[in-house]
């Protein structure tokens, strides 16, 4: 999909619009309707594309993480954030945070967590578990912004050091060619030693 072009997609019973931007894909997951338009209106504002579904199940089928290859259409699509609530039925959001973090394919995506209770011990145990933030409700657009700023900033420097990675490979390709050339040239270059043996041998001859 080409940066900026406008998402239009259907997601299975539950799911809501994906918006436009040049940016962040983001993923929010939460069974209250009402909370689910919150926060995917605060993405909006802060020029996010966004996926809403309505429970930790949903989500796993969007990513393809429920076992069921068929299940998504979609999951070959780069999501760069998770946003979910906590309590959710069936499926918690702590639930969800450990299948992410589970995944080969996916544990690098942050995901933040959303409560409107704001428990120490609960919040300890997701940030444990590999969750970038955990928000409480409601969510303000100043939370958002922040988020979105720390992802981006985490993007650029993994892309900064996946160039230089790339810059130091392609240098050392260029050395092993150069060096290989060169011990070449060497290997069919006659030695003095050699001339001068060959010299003596045709001076005998005659």
């Given at each position: 999909m080409a940066v900026g072009e406008v998402m239009r997609m259907e997601i299975p019973a539950?799911?809501?619009?994906?918006?436009?931007?040049?940016?962040?894909?983001?993923?929010?997951?939460?069974d209250s309707i009402v909370d689910r338009k919150v926060i995917e209106r605060l993405l909006r504002i802060s020029s996010c594309k966004v996926t809403t579904v309505d429970s930790g199940t949903r989500a796993l089928q969007y990513l393809g993480l429920d076992g069921n290859k068929g299940a998504s259409d979609l999951k070959d699509l780069k999501v760069n954030l998770i946003v979910t609530d906590y309590s959710m039925p069936g499926l918690t959001g702590y639930d969800l945070l450990k299948k992410i973090k589970e995944s080969s394919a996916f544990r690098e995506i942050p995901v933040v967590?959303?409560?409107?209770?704001?428990?120490?011990?609960?919040?300890?145990?997701?940030?444990?578990?590999?969750?970038?933030?955990?928000?409480?409700?409601?969510?303000?657009?100043?939370?958002?912004?922040?988020?979105?700023?720390?992802?981006?900033?985490?993007?650029?420097?993994?892309?900064?050091?996946?160039?230089?990675?790339?810059?130091?490979?392609?240098?050392?390709?260029?050395?092993?060619?150069?060096?290989?050339?060169?011990?070449?040239?060497?290997?069919?270059?006659?030695?003095?030693?050699?001339?001068?043996?060959?010299?003596?041998?045709?001076?005998?001859?005659?």
């Open positions: 539950g799911g809501d619009l994906t918006v436009t931007s040049p940016e962040l894909h983001v993923l929010a997951v939460d967590i959303m409560s409107s209770e704001n428990i120490l011990p609960r919040i300890e145990q997701c940030l444990k578990e590999g969750a970038e933030e955990f928000l409480l409700k409601p969510v303000k657009l100043a939370d958002v912004k922040r988020i979105k700023q720390l992802i981006m900033r985490n993007e650029a420097e993994e892309c900064k050091t996946l160039s230089n990675s790339n810059k130091r490979k392609l240098a050392q390709d260029i050395d092993s060619t150069s060096s290989s050339h060169d011990d070449s040239s060497v290997k069919d270059f006659p030695s003095s030693k050699r001339i001068k043996s060959e010299s003596e041998n045709l001076s005998s001859l005659l």
